[in-house]
């Protein structure tokens, strides 16, 4: 079974013996095929699957009422039709994921098995494309093209101390200098969020660079004993998996920020050749002289990234120490109003209105003791705008941009503030720059994208963004019910309305449009015309009862 083989099946495993039927018929067919059964004793059960995905020249994926669930079949199929290698199957009557619904399945849901079968000789030809479109050497599989000019990601430093407490420390060390490297426009920096999927693993410089496209790949590690920092660094080559650079430093806890400066510095200049832009800005950025409140700030922080109840509570908390400890710590202010901001969209707290009063409260005193952070700048922008104020939002928006180029939810925001003002064709690229920063991005980026496609009148493309959302509400149902209309299929226009109003009876357009904020009419009008020509009610003079959540899906990045 060693090699790469033709032909690759994904399926549900209630389906295995539909699955092996389909192998075996294949193989009499002359095509060599694999699918789990193919394992040997002792291999690496993911990589060896993965390994056989991206080596296949056709990925046949069953879709059945267990697999739709799948979320290992849905990712196969996702990156199968990223490869452009994916020949679906329906092996019963089932509603495929939304993004596949544009892909043409052959219905095998009546094969018995008989290789004569009119329905699956045409499936075999359909297969059979594939495997000789990818033999031959005009038609290559495709590829990832040449990773951007001075791209890199950080990976998260180890933690040496021999103490699991100081897994924080180290966490945050590389937060703060994916952060500093991203200030700069040079450079093309993975997002924190990704980078941090390889957290305790053990994979080489050239996995990672494959892995993420990129250049150059920075390994570290941190050891924290009293009031001593010992961190290594690296800079590798990922592409040609060779060291560049490597540097040892010993100091005094109260040094960190020193010690991230020239870390900073090293790496930056090394790519860009630039000393003097990488450290220009050292002397202003030294955000608080007491390292007790910098240790919480930082515990703040990464319990914030777990996005639950009991963490978001437990890293306000710190927060409020990192701020009882210094009252002008700029930085612990304004992660303390992302951590308001969450818990207020997620239903955190139990009074909203104190919550978001003194969320605002935060903001602006962050604002005025450093009115250079590009979070604070960010979450002004969200604000604004879901008050209706587009200039104020676009001017704080802009200013986060300048501050922080490569923050992916700075960049994606950047689409989103874009698309509301009318400029959707701009703010689509924005979102993919965004998606590429961070390549393990949010599920939510796909519901910016296909907002933009849908405002952009690019409606293929919107059903297909939306298509990547695993379990669609009915936000994103009413966009894909107004596609569908927009595209003159009413068919699939009925079936979305009818999930809009599976999830509220009461739906009408005109209420669903006051939770979004366009600025120019001409969109709304767009909008509106299109959900009732999906069959949505228009209920003009309606009032809206998800007013009260009018900004939460644009407040969702906190």
Known sequence: ???????????????????????????????????????????????????????????????????VDSRWVRAEATLADRNGTLAPAMIEPCERPIMFELTHTTDLSAWSGDPGDAAWRSFVADVRRFTEK????????????????????????????????????????????????????????????????????????????????????????????????????????????????????????????????????????????????????????????????????????????????????????????????????????????????????????????????????????????????SDVHRILAAVNLTWGQHDKALFHQERALELNPNDDLVVVQQGEILTWLGRADEGIGWIEKAMRLNPCHPERFWYHLGRAFFVARRYPEAMSAFGHIATPILQHYAFLAACAAQLGDSAAASRYAAEVRKRDPDFCAEAFLTTLQYKREEDMVHHRAALVAAGLPECPGGTPAAAAAAGASDLSGL
């Open 134 to 373: 990818a033999a031959t050497p005009s038609s290559p599989k495709p590829q990832l093209g040449e990773p951007p000019a001075n791209s890199i990601c950080v990976l998260p430093f180890a933690n040496m101390s021999g103490d699991p407490e100081q897994d924080m420390f180290a966490a945050g060390l590389t937060e703060d200098i994916i952060t500093a490297l991203s200030r700069f426009r040079q450079l093309f920096v993975i997002s924190r969020t990704s980078a941090f999927q390889f957290k305790d693993k053990a994979v080489g410089a050239r996995q990672v660079a494959r892995e993420f496209n990129v250049h150059y790949v920075v390994e570290g590690s941190v050891r924290k004993a009293g009031a001593r920092v010992r961190v290594n660094v690296q800079l590798i080559d990922g592409q040609a998996d060779r060291h560049i650079w490597a540097e040892r430093y010993d100091r005094q806890l109260e040094d960190i920020f020193d010690l991230q400066d020239e870390v900073t510095a090293a790496i930056c200049s090394t790519l860009c050749g630039r000393v003097e832009e990488a450290t220009g800005e050292k002397a202003e950025r030294k955000p608080t002289e007491n390292m007790t409140a910098y240790e919480h700030l930082l515990a703040g922080k990464l319990l914030h990234h777990r996005s639950n109840r009991s963490d978001n509570e437990k890293a306000l908390v710190h927060l409020g120490r990192a701020i009882a400890l210094d009252p002008r710590f700029a930085q612990a202010h304004a992660w303390k109003a992302c951590t308001l901001g969450q818990a207020w969209v997620n239903g955190y707290c139990a009074d909203r209105d104190a919550t978001f009063l003194e969320l605002l409260g935060e903001l602006n005193t962050a604002l005025e003791l450093n009115s250079n952070d």
């Open 1 to 67: 079974m060693a090699g790469v083989k033709d032909v690759f099946i994904s399926y549900a495993h209630d389906d295995r013996e539909i699955a092996r039927r389909f192998a075996d018929a294949l193989e009499a067919d002359g095509f060599s095929v694999w699918w789990d059964d193919s394992l040997r004793s002792g291999e690496a059960y993911d990589q060896v699957i993965e390994q056989a995905l991206r080596d296949a020249r056709a990925v046949v994926v069953l879709w059945s009422k267990k697999s």
